[in-house]
């Protein structure tokens, strides 16, 4: 829950109090008494009353009680003198008096899952989107200096680990990758950048390669204010390179979380590879693997076994060669049976490689989806998310997840939240096709109409679309809509048939497969 008053924000799940939008640093004593004093705002608490509730009933002297009351008042910006948030009742105790707003933890959730109207996705010109109460902070693709382009995937690579490394950090909202790679190679104004991805910071720098030696050089801008808060210019060898990954991103955390960096003494707490050339391969895929097609989930593949064969302990390279092999199966590229074992084995590979890497998890959560193992892979999918907060790709399988096991309406709002995540995601056609499946399985046939136009006029070859597009049509009562979806369903994945979607699409109920086997019916598909 989130107390609003005054210019602050007391949130009790988080256990943080904000000014503005600026943490205030409260001892967890002092901040439990806070929070007892506002719960309780209806009423006067006595001293036994917060004896019991703040101290367990221990014993308390009036000087310790005392000393915490002033500072909960200073905490706040209040006094014993003004009393305009927590008023002294005279031999009877104390009462918060201050206005107070409530807001659910979901309701910031659910904010933050609304996606942009969807005829802005296509004029950034006009989408600006609202800040997150958390620091916000994009990470813009580094510069390539070294004059090659095949190094382009190395400064890539830079950036990519230090957007994963911000987060792991909970404290903070760190647009996906993907958004932030559409910047990539333009001249660009940060404060457009800030407005159309919705943050208040932006990481910008460069990367020059020179035989074994490496130069990186990394600016904080305080969009707000226009000022920049934090610069450095790092020299050193290439074995060094994750090192300073991991000095860039503590540099940014002191930088605009001091206090939680030093309760934290933040670290990456991840496995780098063994080798640098398995590493760039990883993120040469990636590039690939965004795109969606048939020809580049083949290209991913082979570099990903390339990167798998240098460095098999590299957890991330046999967790994106699992999900990228789900992903075929999924579109209808490959034979499902045959996929999945291959995709188990990479994914469990990826687990025993580290265990602390999202993408092993999201991997997992793949698998296990398609296998119909429901409760395991939405544990996957949230421990993947619990990892790495910020990863929309595993919180817009996650919302597929949800949908295809029946609750339609979290898969929604799941789904609607990695929209927000990455606002302008490559991926952002599989977010709009899950919304689209939570509204099909929900009777809102109108809805997922919609949306799977949207997901098609990102990805046009996009399977699941097609799918959701036509049966959604059918049920709807608009059958030539629902005819002419099905003939571009079966361009799309030529070996569709009722067969196919009964053994392949893992529907959780019976009831929810029988609904869509009836719609595809409808619409012609034999």
């Known amino acids: ?44 608490v006595s001293k036994d009353d917060l004896i019991a509730s703040v101290w367990n009933g221990r014993i308390v002297s009036d000087a310790t009680l005392t000393s915490r009351i002033y500072a909960v008042r200073k905490a706040v910006g209040d006094s014993g003198r003004n009393q305009t948030l927590i008023r002294t009742i005279a031999r009877k105790g104390l009462r918060f008096v201050g206005a107070v707003r409530t807001q659910s933890n979901r309701d910031e959730q659910a904010a933050l899952a609304t996606p942009p109207p969807l005829d802005q996705l ?34 890539d690579g830079i950036s990519e680990d230090i957007t994963t490394a911000l987060s792991k950090l909970r404290w903070f909202f760190v647009i996906a990758r993907n958004s932030s790679f559409t910047y990539k190679g333009k001249a660009v104004n940060i404060k457009q950048v800030a407005e159309e991805l919705g943050v208040g910071y932006v990481l910008e720098g460069s990367v020059r390669k020179e035989g074994d030696r490496v130069r990186i050089t990394a600016q904080l801008n305080d969009v707000i204010t226009g000022s920049h808060i934090w610069a450095q210019r790092y020299d050193r060898g290439l074995a060094d390179v994750f090192a300073v990954q991991d000095e860039i991103t503590e540099a940014i955390v002191a930088s605009i979380e001091p206090q939680l960096y030093a309760a934290e003494n933040f670290r990456a707490r991840r496995k780098p590879p063994d080798s640098m050339d398995a590493w760039e ?16 989930n083949v290209v991913a593949q082979t570099l990903l076994e390339k990167a798998i064969a240098i460095d098999p302990k590299y957890g991330q390279a046999s967790g994106l060669f699992a999900a990228n092999h789900m992903c075929s ?14 995709a188990q084995r990479a994914a469990q590979a990826a687990i025993r490689a580290d265990r602390e890497d999202p993408w092993a998890h999201h991997a997992l959560g793949c698998v296990h989806l398609f296998r119909r193992r429901f409760d395991d892979s939405l544990a996957e999918f949230e421990w993947a998310l619990s990892l790495n907060p910020n990863f929309s790709l595993s919180q817009g399988y996650y919302g597929l997840a949800l949908s295809y096991y029946g609750r339609w309406e979290e898969g929604d709002l799941a789904a609607r939240r990695a929209l927000r995540l990455s606002p302008r995601d490559p991926f952002s056609a599989i977010f709009c096709g899950a919304a689209a499946l939570a509204q099909f399985v929900g009777r809102n046939y109108d809805e997922a109409m919609r949306l799977s136009r949207e997901a098609l006029r990102q990805r046009r070859d996009y399977v699941g679309a097609h799918r959701v597009l036509t049966a959604a049509a059918a049920m709807a009562g608009q059958h030539d809509v629902a005819k002419a979806a099905l003939q571009e369903l079966r361009r799309a994945q030529p070996n569709i048939s009722l067969t196919w979607v009964a053994n392949q699409m893992p529907f959780k109920l019976d009831t929810d497969r029988e609904h869509y086997l009836e719609a595809l019916r409808r619409a012609g598909l034999d």
């Open 1 to 44: 829950m989130q107390f609003l008053f005054a210019d602050q924000t007391l949130d009790t799940d988080r256990r943080e109090l904000r000014r503005s939008s600026e943490p205030v640093d409260v001892e967890p004593q002092v901040l439990d008494l806070l929070i007892y004093l506002v719960e309780n705002r209806d009423r006067v």
């Open 122 to 155: 296509d004029d950034p010109a006009r989408l600006v989107l609202p800040l997150p109460t958390r620091p916000a902070i994009a990470v813009l693709p580094f510069s390539n200096m070294s004059g090659d382009p095949e190094q382009e995937y190395f400064s």
């Open 329 to 342: 199966a999924h579109m209808g590229w490959a034979d499902m049976a045959t996929t999945v074992q291959i």
């Open 281 to 296: 391969l990883v993120m040469r895929a990636l590039s690939h693997y965004a795109r969606m097609s048939r020809e580049d």
